[in-house]
């Protein structure tokens, strides 16, 4: 998925469809897991939006019954794959993000616990990176309540004024 993304970008890129200063990547849940292992094994994207995003695998192990094996058969079974997790999360190669991220979090995330996005936030500040975090109290793995689904919205369109429509980066 990773690769598809970044090469999709790159073919919008080529076909004169999509600014190559302009682009950004976002993903809940899995699909920010997605966005983040593209923000950090590649320089394509000038901004990165995650919602509720998997940074680390291995934290998945001990989830909820209803996923607790999904990743058997994306990625293997554990412990034989266990490098394959650990290189495949992107908590582990945090220092290799390079874009202004946002990280948008429930409170009460029982699959991806608020520590694993605070995790992110702070290897983000730690790189001197752009960020913002907003924890949403009372939510979980996917926002719910219409106060926090409008917030939610009007945050990602500042964030992408600010970082990607209105900042206009050179080719990287």
Known sequence: ??????????????????DPGRVAIAGGSAGGFTALRALTT????????????VTDLVALLDTHKFESHYNDSLIGPWPAA?????????????????????ILQGSDDPVVPLEQAT???????SRGLPMA???????????R?????????ETIDRFLQQYVIFSFQEEK
Request: one cysteine or more.
């Open 1 to 18: 998925d990773v690769d598809d993304c970044i090469d999709a970008v790159e073919a919008a890129i080529d076909a004169g469809l999509a």
């Open 42 to 53: 590649s320089t394509r994207f000038n901004a990165g939006i995650t919602r509720y995003g």
């Open 82 to 102: 266990e490098q394959a997790y650990r290189t495949r999360s992107p908590i582990n190669s945090l220092d290799k993000l390079r874009s202004p991220i946002l």
């Open 119 to 125: 995790a992110l936030a702070d290897a983000a500040r």
């Open 133 to 143: 975090m907003v924890v949403f109290e009372g939510e979980g793995h996917g926002f």
């Open 145 to 153: 309540k219409k106060a926090t689904l409008i917030d939610h919205y």
